[in-house]
DNA sequence: CTCGTTTGTCTAGCGGTGCTAGGATCAGTT
DNA sequence: AACTGATCCTAGCACCGCTAGACAAACGAG
């Protein structure tokens, strides 16, 4: 019995080592960089050991992003709770959001960019995700404003961050006026 | 002389079979399924054929990037001249955007999701770029608001705009609620 | 303690990718 | 008609995600 349950501890430990390895391989050198060789050198095992773990590489992204969810949730949380006043929750929100965004691009890819093969806006999403959104949601449900259906509106603020977010670092937008574009998206989004 | 001319014309007929094909392709069955090999066959022409009139599949990628630039120009102006009054405009332009986003997936993807290698907010951005920016700009010119730069306003309404599209092809976003999204996003962005 | 059996891991290999070197072929010029 | 240069293709490189099958280690039973 307790061999089974080292056996099982171990298993478990591998499988972290995996998706933090994978994460920070992912981090510092890009996603494309994460191939199942790479990987498996640096957990010092075969490839093959990756796919007793997951089904393939899009689970393992798919762990990450996960993970990134929680982590998101909680930034955003600690963000909204340390400000006063509807006005500066929105804002620090979305401050949170985008240095989320920008500190962990590899994981934010994870989360939205790339194939995880995680299920959203329905029924079988995985708890992470739908936990972070509602992070977003209980301070955006302030700011809503008469009349809109408070999961409407969060989509739509939620969508203008991913925005800013990916053009920000696709080189599409420069960084440079990052803060006017929340503080122009806050106040015209938000109903103070 | 009319040798040499002829001999351009059809390597320039020739290009631009690359990439409609490219793009069909990328149309019917994703970007992934766009590979070197079965592009060459598509064309009927070998693989290095591709690489004596593109360094790389990237380069292929930021062609179909390009004509899909225009093509989202000339989408953008040709609601917007349709509409009467800044609020129908703005909607228009909105739903004009998201219209071709979800339309034309892979052209999208081309030019806002993939690496084409093309410079943005640069100098050196290609002119098809800066002119689909200018097009938004037009229209979201006349309800930036006092005292907020109509760049920085395009910006951010475009980033709200990339965000919903994208969230919404990836499965993030149910596409149900889509009008009401545009609806509150251009109630709450443009001033009119 | 020894012997099957089960469990775990690795080596080797499949079909695919983007990309390129080098030889063959064909056109235009002299 | 022979040369020359542009043009194209065959073949191959190193890599990718993934898997079959051989092998070894660890286990439980006698």
Partial sequence: MSVQERKQRERAERER???ATARKLAEQQGWDAVTTR????????????????FRGKREIIGAVA????????????????????PRARVAAL??????????????YDALFQLDGGLAYAQEDT??????????????L????????DPGLFTEV???ALHGLATLTRAG?????????????LVDRLAVV
Same sequence: chains 1, 2.
């Fill in 17 to 19: 080592l995996i998706v």
């Fill in 38 to 53: 790479r990987l498996a050198e640096h957990i010092e095992y075969s490839q093959p050991v990756l796919y007793s773990h």
């Fill in 66 to 85: 996960l993970q990134g969810a929680a982590e998101l949730a909680t930034a955003v949380r600690a963000a909204t709770s340390a400000a006063d006043g």
């Fill in 94 to 107: 979305a401050r949170a959001y985008l240095d989320f965004a920008a500190g962990n691009p590899a994981v």
């Fill in 126 to 139: 995985p708890e992470p995700l739908k936990d972070a959104f509602a992070a977003l949601l209980e301070t």
């Fill in 141 to 148: 449900d302030e700011v809503t404003g008469d009349g809109i």
């Fill in 157 to 159: 603020f939620w969508a």
């Fill in 172 to 184: 599409r937008l420069l960084p440079e006026d990052a803060e006017p574009r929340v503080e122009l």
